[in-house]
């Protein structure tokens, strides 16, 4: 690993600025467990490292039946999953977030980190974007929240400007009862990235899907949605959302699968999350 | 720049200077001679490198020295008391539940976090705690039966 100056401010605005001053030779540290590791492989060679966990105010999970969820960036998977207001109000999240990594990592990764990483395949994504989620961004220029389907731009790619961090992600509260389900489909059960990832929330006579690891960014599935806005559910209409949910992401080979075994998959996943999150739903 | 920093470590508090790009694994193994932890991916996927820090699990290869600035340590050196083997580490020989060894203080390390924090752990508990340890010498289910056995004695904390 290269060497690097340690810089560990204890205020946002000391981290913004110590953002702004150094530029694209400054990384923040959260979790680590993305930075450290390409540190190490010398992916990135930061001049600077800015540890924000002492930082105060950014390190709680608070719930509100008016303002829903928000996670602080320093908020670690373990502590997501084991939270009682997200096991309750929000389980799609608890359960996607105990599908990262191993027991140990997810006591430093962050939900925050995992978004901010921007991976095609971040297990916390899709579940995110079927609950609505907002990034709130502060920075130079103040505080500003963009919803998350606008925050991913490209692989390993977000829209952050420079000086500007994640303090905390949000998800509003849903009023109407609903269901939903994450569902990853890996080489195996433990310690993998997702192969194929897919969300699905069902509210009302809304069905809303998102994928991981199957395009540049994770993504909703807005034409599948539309497809299946209102119906009853039956096997013809299932097969036609699994097409059409192929026919609106772009899988590629890689180390952990081929293309076509990814196309396979995200009709299957589809049709069996949609299944799986319907039930006990109303519609 | 080299910082300084303290922190409690098998219950003794130390201070070291320590360069910002070292990792804990590092300063463990090289400078404190606690060579118990071992690296065998670097990269947060094979546990070998298991320390409880603040009473939780980590991948000391994925923690910078310099954050454990303050904190609690305990490493697999830590666990027994004089020539006593924690009742974890007896289990562990009792059940044959190592090979090579390499993995051995990582696991002794999950499972023990595990201990403290659910006493009564099932199989699957124990499965899923141990997820991030792998073992090449895929001594896998005398690993879990150590863990549960001593679980069921009561005597994990």
Request: hydrophobic residues 40%; charged residues 25%.
């Amino acid at each position: 690993m290269k060497k690097f100056e340690y810089l560990k401010p204890t205020s946002l605005g000391e981290a913004i600025s110590i953002l702004v001053k150094y530029g694209e030779a400054a990384y923040i540290l959260n979790g680590g467990t993305d930075l450290i590791v390409s540190m190490r492989d010398k992916i990135v060679q930061p001049e600077y490292v800015v540890d924000i966990k002492a930082v105060p105010g950014i390190d709680k999970i608070t719930y509100s039946e008016q303002d829903g969820l928000n996670i602080g960036a320093t908020v670690t998977l373990n502590e997501i999953s084991d939270s009682r207001v997200v096991q309750s109000h929000y389980p799609i999240l608890a359960e996607a977030c105990k599908t990262v990594g191993s027991y140990q990592l997810r006591n430093r990764a962050t939900l925050v980190g995992n978004i901010c990483n921007a991976s095609p395949s971040a297990d916390t994504a899709p579940p995110l974007l079927v609950l609505d989620a907002k990034v709130n961004i502060v920075g130079p220029d103040g505080e500003k929240t963009v919803p998350l389907n606008q925050f991913f731009v490209g692989v390993k790619k977000n829209i952050l400007k420079k000086g500007e961090i994640v303090a905390s992600v949000s998800v509003p509260p849903i009023k109407d009862e609903w269901t939903g389900v994450y569902l990853k489909q890996g080489r195996r059960k433990e310690v993998d990235l997702a192969t194929v990832g897919v969300a699905v929330v069902c509210v009302g006579d809304e069905v809303r899907i998102a994928l991981g690891a199957v395009a540049p960014t994770p993504i909703r599935a807005s034409k599948t949605e539309t497809l299946l806005k209102g119906k009853r559910i039956d096997e013809l209409l299932l097969e036609q959302a699994g097409e059409s949910a192929l026919a609106e992401v772009s899988p590629i080979s890689d180390i952990r699968s081929s293309k076509e075994y990814r196309e396979e998959i995200i009709k299957v996943l589809v049709k069996r999350a949609i299944l799986q999150g319907k039930k006990g739903c109303s519609a | 720049m080299k910082h300084k920093i303290s922190f409690t470590i098998n219950g003794e508090v130390k201070e070291v200077e320590v360069e910002p790009n070292k990792t804990l694994l590092k300063m463990l193994r090289e400078d404190l001679d606690l060579i118990g932890a071992k690296e065998g991916c670097g990269a947060g996927e094979c546990g070998a490198c298991t320390v409880i820090v603040e009473n939780k699990p980590v991948n000391s290869c994925l923690m910078l020295a310099v954050e454990v600035d303050g904190k609690e340590i305990l490493t697999i050196e830590g666990l027994s008391v004089g020539i006593n083997l924690d009742p974890l580490q007896e289990s562990f020989i009792k059940h044959n539940a190592l090979q090579c060894g390499y993995c051995t203080p990582g696991m002794v390390m999950s499972a023990k976090a595990l201990l403290n924090r659910n006493h009564h752990p099932t199989e699957e508990d124990v499965k899923e705690a141990l997820a991030g340890n792998l073992c090449r010498c895929t001594g896998y289910q005398r690993i879990v039966d150590a863990v549960l056995d001593i679980a069921k004695k009561g005597v994990g904390k």
